[in-house]
């Protein structure tokens, strides 16, 4: 399924993969499409099956050669286990958390001096004149070198897997709807994957300054409205990881 979820002629920002997977039970990916004035970003294209369908969509939207920038929330194949192929066919620069940079050549990459490490603090990338993409901080947030990407144009918070849910759940379509009928899609994956409370509170410091008017996770429904106040407050108190242990 593809959605568009911004659009102001000069800016979308797309929706390209929805639990497209079928290899993936439960917690399928979701992968996103951002494109202003002919420029564009691809974020956590997923693994090489999705490769084929993905690719179609995304010339929809723009040409290959149009894609500036590849960025990765974190290190699992399900965020880039296709990097390959899209690496040699875009030649874009690669983002991701300056913990991962090692491990991308054992996905076969053609080149490397198109991957960009993010330091911890984030970063801001310039793509032209009128796109800049911030990179959040996430760290530890279930990987330490998790990151997030922040659209200032669309006001979408890309949040790798906080906020990943399971699917199907409580009569959701895309966007969470009832936030009480859906805790038991979220509560286990988070009490289990995010590694503590102190990490949540420091990543909801790193955010609270941030228009936000969507959140998009990496997994299941995106969060919107009243949806994304009590996403964070639920977040503010949940016990977590070494928390639990």
């Not at 929330?73 to 192929?85: A, E, K, R, T």
């Not at 913990?99 to 050549?105: E, G, K, V, Y």
């Not at 790193?206 to 995106?222: K, R, T, V």
Request: proline share 5%; net charge negative.
């Amino acid at each position: 399924m593809e959605t568009v979820l911004y659009d102001d002629k000069e800016h979308k920002f797309i929706l390209i993969g929805f639990a497209d997977s079928k290899d993936e039970t439960s917690i399928p990916s979701n992968q996103y499409l951002i494109t202003n004035n002919g420029v564009s970003a691809l974020i956590d294209p997923g693994g090489f099956g999705l490769f084929p369908v993905l690719v179609s969509r995304v010339l929809k939207y723009t040409s290959i050669e149009n894609i500036k920038a590849i960025i990765l929330s974190h290190q699992d194949p399900d965020v880039s286990g296709g990097l390959n192929i899209w690496e040699e066919i875009t030649k874009a620069n690669i983002y991701i958390s300056k913990l991962w940079t090692r491990f991308i050549p054992h996905y076969e990459m053609k080149a490397g001096a198109n991957i960009i490490p993010v330091e911890d603090d984030g970063s801001v990338i310039k793509l032209s004149d009128t796109f800049n993409l911030q990179i959040i901080p996430a760290h530890f947030l279930h990987s330490p070198g998790h990151i997030n990407v922040y659209d200032p144009v669309s006001r979408v918070l890309c949040t790798g897997d906080i906020g990943a849910s399971i699917l199907p759940c409580s009569q959701n379509h895309l966007f969470v709807e009832d936030f009480d009928a859906f805790l038991p899609c979220i509560g286990g994956f988070h009490q289990r994957y995010m590694s503590s409370n102190k990490a949540l509170r420091q990543w909801i410091k790193e955010i609270e300054p941030l228009d936000i008017q969507m959140l998009a996770p990496q997994h299941g429904y995106l969060y919107k409205g009243a949806a994304i106040e009590r996403f964070i407050k639920w977040l503010y108190e949940l016990k977590c990881g070494v928390d639990l242990l």
